[in-house]
């Protein structure tokens, strides 16, 4: 029991390092690591990142590859609750979810931009800033909006 609020706190400070704006990107991949997020090589992540996930669950692991760049305020959703409301009760349909996020590598994440569980992020995107994307995104694919949406593909002579 002991060991597991040791858990708990550790983990906290861990993300609070992780996304502060004090810190830069290679110290808060240091620490984000430690919560068993995975980082490829060269990542880079801006100040204030949001991660909604309980440690220790593979059920909502990040996964994020090689050279992906993370602006500013960017939130990785892998779960939601209901805590103590009573929706849950009169409202089962509205569902509590998980599940992982997988970014490919060289993808760029604009500012503020949500992604929800279940998604991956196909590689060499642009995701638009304050963009929420609720589904996988396939490779070379613009997405900007709520819900992203495709505005635009890399041309396949440029691949
Ligand atoms: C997604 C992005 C790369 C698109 O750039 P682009 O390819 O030059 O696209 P355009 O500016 O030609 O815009 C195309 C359309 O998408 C819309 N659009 C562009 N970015 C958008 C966004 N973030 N959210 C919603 N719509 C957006 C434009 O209004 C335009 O709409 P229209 O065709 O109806 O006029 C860019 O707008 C963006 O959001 N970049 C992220 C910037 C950022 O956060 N940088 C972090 C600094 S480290």
Redesign the pocket.
């Known amino acids: 029991m002991k060991y597991k609020l040791f858990l708990a706190i550790t983990h906290k400070i861990f993300y609070a390092i992780g996304s502060n704006k004090l810190t830069s990107s290679r110290i808060r991949i240091f620490f984000l690591r430690k919560t068993g997020i995975i980082f490829g090589k060269d990542v880079h992540i801006?100040d204030g990142i949001i991660i909604l996930k309980r440690w220790g669950y593979k059920r909502t692991q990040i996964v994020i590859e090689d050279r992906v760049?993370i602006?500013?305020n960017v939130s990785f959703i892998c779960e939601t609750t209901h805590h103590h409301s009573k929706l849950k009760t009169i409202f089962p349909e509205f569902r509590v979810l998980d599940g992982k996020i997988h970014i490919c590598e060289d993808t760029?994440i604009?500012?503020?931009a949500i992604i929800m569980p279940n998604v991956t992020i196909g590689k060499m995107s642009?995701?638009?800033?304050?963009?929420v994307i609720t589904k996988d995104v396939g490779p070379y694919s613009?997405?900007?909006?709520v819900p992203g949406k495709v505005?635009?593909k890399i041309s396949d002579e440029k691949k």
Not at 126 to 131: D, E, L, R, T
Not at 142 to 145: E, H, I, L, Q, S
């Open positions: 801006n760049a602006s500013s760029v604009g500012t503020g642009v995701i638009g800033a304050g963009s613009v997405v900007v909006g505005i635009k």
